[in-house]
């Protein structure tokens, strides 16, 4: 049993003063208001301590792209992210021939089910971004891999590994096929994104109607919004029914546009980093799917057309971003913990409630991560973080 005590806490989508966690066998068994840290592990006597942090998009990190992982690098990748805040994640692989994806569904299906320590985040599966995309929105893929999301590609991808392991698709839904793909896909747990994509208002409410849930990085890589044509743009943020994930990062959207989001869609956002191996790492030159990649400090990678290729963003900087651009605290943490586990049908992630897993981290008064605990252990801590002692 172990016994953690926050001065300062969000629990079930509210903030609490004193709160005293009771972890077992890496769950919570008891979560009460509690105003004195008697018998605590842990006492944290500043900052905030929220549910470890979900990041639905990490196509790598610290100099490794999860395209090209070993066994090692995905082991790696997921000791360090807890240094992010992150505790769970899904790893993203971009646009590439199906047979190639088929294959990293079977690597990623192998790393799931092989026995990892508790100071690593954890693998949800696989979010494929791509191949199923439109030519007139490639972003940072090879489109000359683009292809339409026929019944043996959909199959192929299904049957490629265990159960879950493809987490979550982004496709554009004008394409050929696509609202059936949607529908299968669906209805074998896969959360189905709209991304990369032309598709109209009427097409994307067409897709949301055979299963669709989510938009991958709304605004970017999509049919502009026109007060005629508001395209997937327009029809997310009027659409209840459909969540849409933001980069954060200060150069993917302007703070009008992340304004806009808030103002219209506020309980439906999700953050995401869209991390890529340059992550975590020296600017210089990266790997993003096979194709070459370069950072700048303080610019995102670019292919050399100068066409953004992901992020270098963390996640508890992306929490933090939002906030200074106007979400509420609460909003803000629901968005990178809540909400992307209840997209994944994940109830038992991205809360502090009993029964759920003991995931969470401590926050300075600037968001930064102070420490990070995996089913009730510590995964990570900053030097600089003084946890008090037990009394």
């Keep these: 049993m ?9 629990t079930e989508g509210r903030e609490q003063a004193a709160v005293s966690l009771t972890i077992e066998d890496g769950r919570f068994t008891e979560v ?3 105003s004195e840290p008697t018998g ?4 944290l006597n500043d900052g905030i301590l929220i549910p470890g942090l979900i990041d639905l998009q990490v196509n790598g990190y ?15 990748i997921a000791r360090r992210l807890p240094e992010t805040g992150v505790t769970a994640f899904a790893a993203a692989f971009v646009t590439a021939p199906v047979p190639t994806l088929a294959q990293a569904l079977r ?8 026995p990892s320590y508790t100071t690593q985040a954890r693998l949800l599966g696989a979010h494929l971004e791509g191949p199923f995309l439109s030519p007139a929105h490639p972003g ?6 683009f292809c339409d999301p026929e019944p043996g590609h959909i199959r192929t991808l299904l049957a490629a590994a265990p159960p879950r392991t493809l987490a979550v698709i982004t496709l554009a839904p004008e394409r050929p096929h696509a609202l059936a793909a949607i529908e299968t896909l669906a209805s074998a747990g896969v959360l189905v994104s709209i991304g990369h994509t032309d598709a109209t208002a009427e097409e994307t409410r067409a897709a949301v109607d055979a299963g669709v849930r989510m938009v991958t990085h709304l605004y970017n890589a999509q049919r502009p919004f026109h007060h005629r044509d508001p395209g997937v743009i327009g029809q997310t943020l009027v659409d209840a029914r459909i969540a849409a994930s933001l980069v954060l990062d200060g150069h993917h959207i302007s703070s009008q546009a992340a304004a806009m989001a808030f103002a219209m869609a506020r309980e439906r956002l999700v953050l995401v980093t869209d991390a890529v191996a340059a992550a975590g790492v020296a600017p210089g030159r990266y790997q993003l799917g096979g194709r070459s990649i370069h950072t700048d400090s303080g610019r995102p990678p670019t292919l050399a057309n100068g066409a953004f290729a992901g992020s270098t963003l963390r996640m508890d900087h992306a929490l933090a971003n939002a906030v200074r651009l106007g979400l509420p605290l609460l909003d803000a943490v629901a968005a990178a913990t809540s909400r992307p586990a209840d997209l994944l049908a994940r109830p038992d992630l991205g809360r502090i409630k009993v029964g759920a897993h003991a995931d969470l981290v401590w ?5 930064d991560t102070k420490a990070t ?8 801590a900053n030097p600089a973080s003084r946890i008090a002692p037990p009394s």
């Design 32 to 34: 009460r208001e509690y």
């Design 363 to 367: 926050l300075d008064d600037n968001l």
């Design 140 to 145: 940072a893929h090879d489109a000359g891999f």
């Design 2 to 10: 172990r016994k953690i005590f926050a001065k300062r806490a969000i």
């Design 62 to 76: 610290h100099g490794t792209d999860f395209a090209h992982a070993d066994d090692a690098d995905w082991q790696r």
């Design 373 to 380: 605990w995996i089913g009730g252990e510590p995964a990570f």
């Design 40 to 43: 605590a592990d842990f006492v």
């Design 107 to 114: 690597r990623c299906g192998k790393a799931m089910n092989t």
